[in-house]
């Protein structure tokens, strides 16, 4: 029992003085396997950061991306999601950094890697149909395929060179 004892309280010893409650480095990775509350700033360094959780919560009402865009504009920026309909894609918004434009897009296969931008030249990039109430500002097209009701307020120029009316 005493090697026993001595060899658990060379354990405990270890443990506390691994990192004193004033602060300290751990070398190696660390586990910990219950709840972890940290009452200051977190400073994460790494390429990656993964979070396995099902909900996250942020206080923040503005979230920022692409801090590392600032001195150039050579980042796509935005965000994007993993589905299956038969292939794993990839659907989102994002301002590209090449047309400076916002697109919603869907069916993206290729993987986003370290350069993290899409490839709207891609064979498998397509827009994807954006529903919505309004939409306020300049509309400015090649072309309009409207389902329902269009009810126009305001100034209207229309040129046209072409109208197709379908069933009335």
């Known amino acids: ?64 991306l692409a801090n590392n865009n600032i001195s150039s504009d050579l980042l796509d920026i935005g965000v994007y999601g993993y589905y299956n309909d038969g292939t794993v894609a990839k659907t989102g918004v994002i301002r590209d950094s090449g047309t400076k434009e916002w697109s919603f897009f869907q069916s993206y296969t290729p993987i986003i890697g370290l350069g993290n931008s899409i490839d ?27 389902i329902g009701d269009l009810t126009v307020t305001g100034n209207t120029n229309i040129n046209l060179n072409e109208i197709v009316i379908g069933s009335i």
């Open 1 to 64: 029992i005493t090697n026993a004892w001595a060899t658990a309280n060379a354990a405990f010893i270890t443990a506390n003085n691994e990192l004193a409650n004033t602060g300290g480095t751990i070398n190696g990775s660390l586990t910990v396997a219950n709840n972890v509350t940290i009452g200051g700033n977190l400073t994460v360094l790494g390429n990656t950061v993964s979070v396995s959780t099902s909900d996250i919560y942020v206080t923040d009402p503005l979230i920022s």
């Open 120 to 146: 709207l030249n891609d064979a498998s990039f397509q827009y994807a149909n954006v529903n919505a109430s309004v939409f306020k500002g300049s509309l400015v097209g090649g072309y309009a395929n409207i």
